[in-house]
């Protein structure tokens, strides 16, 4: 992961944002770019329908006004903007990341993240953004559409960044989960981290079978790995282990063959980043 791309849009979440970036940086070596979209909406004034209840004098003279108060509103808009990358980019720098570039763009987020994204290796959002309002029962709508659109790993940064030394794998032997541990256990960003490889579900010889294939790839890359089968639905069965075990950073897959299947597209990942306390990085 030597490319990291970190999405900013001046809400609380933003300073985790840098955070959980900068942490991942500065243990691999890598760049980071900071961006922060301007909706196409932002920094527009409503106007209002004048035909027919004003003269036209009147009406083009406010017309005028209405659209020289667009013209600073948009201005402040990018001021803004400006100083929330200021502020971000001296925040990494602080936090001893080398390189650091921070972009500001106007229009649709997706398109505008489509075009970022083929050059990084890692994408960092906040779990909410700032129209969200620390809303409890809902996760940020340019993340699921994040998730959705993009096939890089994704790191959902909590509200706060923690110290980061022990992170949980949900493992269902699908092929998210399996590219999971492959490039966890061939970065160098993860190394001397300690890990718990968990499955969700009934034991089975197939599944003991892929979870000593996927243990002996962590553990041959210097991971001190335990692994765990546990009875349950993977929502419930991952949020419980992440508290109990003082997990720091939960890993999964995206799409899987179990019910992590439904993550991000259904209810089971909407749940499973909305309750956890802790960063999520999803891969597909």
């Not at 489509?114 to 809902?138: P, Y």
């Not at 960003?189 to 599944?207: I, M, P, Q, W, Y």
């Not at 001190?224 to 939960?250: F, H, M, P, Y």
């Not at 499973?272 to 999520?280: A, D, G, I, L, Y």
Request: aromatic share 4%; with cysteine; hydrophobic share 40%.
């Amino acid at each position: 992961m030597k490319n990291i791309l970190a999405f900013l849009d001046g809400s609380k979440y933003s300073q985790s944002v840098c955070d959980h970036a900068a942490w991942i940086a500065v243990r691999g070596d890598a760049s980071l770019e900071l961006l922060h979209v301007l909706g196409r909406r932002e920094g527009n004034a409503e106007t209002s329908d004048l035909s027919g209840s004003i003269g036209l004098g009147a009406r083009t003279a406010l017309l005028e006004e209405l659209a020289e108060l667009d013209g600073q509103k948009a201005r402040l808009v990018n001021k803004r903007g400006r100083a929330i990358l200021d502020d971000a980019t001296d925040r990494v720098r602080a936090a001893g990341v080398k390189k650091v570039s921070a972009t500001l763009r106007n229009g649709q987020f997706i398109r505008t993240m489509q075009t970022f994204e083929s050059a990084a290796d890692l994408l960092v959002i906040g779990k909410r953004g700032e129209a969200s309002n620390f809303d409890m029962d809902h996760i940020g709508s340019n993340l699921e559409r994040v998730v959705r659109a993009t096939h890089k790993p994704v790191l959902v940064a909590s509200r706060s960044f923690e110290p980061i030394n022990k992170m949980l794998i949900a493992f269902d032997g699908g092929a998210s989960s399996i590219k999971a541990v492959e490039q966890i256990a061939s970065s160098g960003v993860f190394s001397g981290l300690e890990c718990l490889l968990l499955t969700a579900g009934a034991e089975s010889d197939k599944t003991s079978k892929r979870m000593q294939g996927a243990a002996a790839l962590l553990t041959d890359a210097g991971f001190t790995v335990k692994t765990e089968v546990r009875a349950g639905q993977a929502d419930e069965v991952i949020t419980k282990a992440v508290e109990s075990e003082n997990i720091d950073l939960l890993v999964m897959g995206a799409y899987g063959h179990s019910r992590i299947r439904n993550l991000i597209i259904g209810s089971t990942t909407t749940e499973m980043v909305r309750s956890c306390k802790v960063p999520v990085m999803l891969f597909r």
